[in-house]
């Protein structure tokens, strides 16, 4: 028997006209997850070695860039990866976040590029900065994906035999994976483990490491839980039936994760063999 889906209110707390839903307690809680755990690094000279230590202020004031990063990049990634041509037609559409629709890659160039602008212009290594937001990042994907649950929303394939599948209610009479678990465990649980030895072992003493392992990782956990998770109906497979075939089905979200992976292994390889690591006249300037 498959299990029944529980049928939790999307909105958390409602006043009036007024409510706040899961989906956006669940940003909050990732962020503030992730500047709470963003100061106690910062505050580990050990980790930093000799590059410049960010201060308390630092990491305060870079939480409000990387909101806005993953709130506009998230929403333009959408739009541009998964929707592009409803979007065309009614554009007035793309500002309304309220109805979701928020895309990963989108949201992590916009943090990406907010990191990297907010450390040229406090005198901070880029690299280490993003390393030290990758150790982080996991708390919010975690937190996201349990809200895609929440909202029965982005459910998985088809899986009539699986003893956990779930109906899920606007997915149809089907028993489906519970995709959005599965990418909570990968891309939040375990890779926010992985992260956490790694910058135990390795510090940000090596710029890019850390933020190279983090999108190799995510890469290869999004992947694997595409191959569960049914692809946007806007969408489908990509490819064709015969790929399909042959692979189970191409998505949108492992296309968009192969480059990922392609960089983050080339940032591991470069910042292993010294290659990121800031040269001593540009630490003295």
Known sequence: MPLSFPLIDPVAISIGPFAI????????AGLLGGWFYAKRLAAKAELWGDLKQPKPLDVDDLIVWVALGVVL????????????????????EIFAIWRGG???????????????????????????????????TPIGLFFGRIANFINGELWGRPAP?????VVFPHAGPEPRHPSQLYEAF??????FLVMAVAARSFGFRRPGLL??????????????????????????????????ALSGGITMGMLLSIPMALIGAG???????????????AEAA
């Open 73 to 92: 990049g998230g929403r333009i990634g959408y739009v541009l990866f998964y929707n592009l041509g409803s979007y065309l037609s009614h554009p007035l």
């Open 211 to 244: 933020g190279g392992i983090f999108v190799l990782g995510y890469a290869v956990a999004r992947i694997v839980c595409e191959f569960f998770r049914e692809p946007d109906a806007q969408l489908g497979f990509l490819f064709g039936s015969s790929v399909q």
């Open 267 to 281: 940032l591991i390889v470069m910042a292993m063999r010294g290659y990121t690591r800031p040269s001593k006249t």
């Open 186 to 191: 990968g891309e939040g649980l375990i890779l």
């Open 21 to 28: 839903r899961w989906y956006a307690l669940a940003y909050v």
């Open 161 to 165: 035999d699986f003893p956990y599948a």
């Open 102 to 136: 928020m895309s990963f890659h989108g949201g992590f160039l916009g943090s990406v590029l907010a990191i990297v602008l907010f450390s040229r212009s406090r005198g901070l290594n880029p690299l280490a900065m993003l390393d030290m937001a990758s150790v982080v």
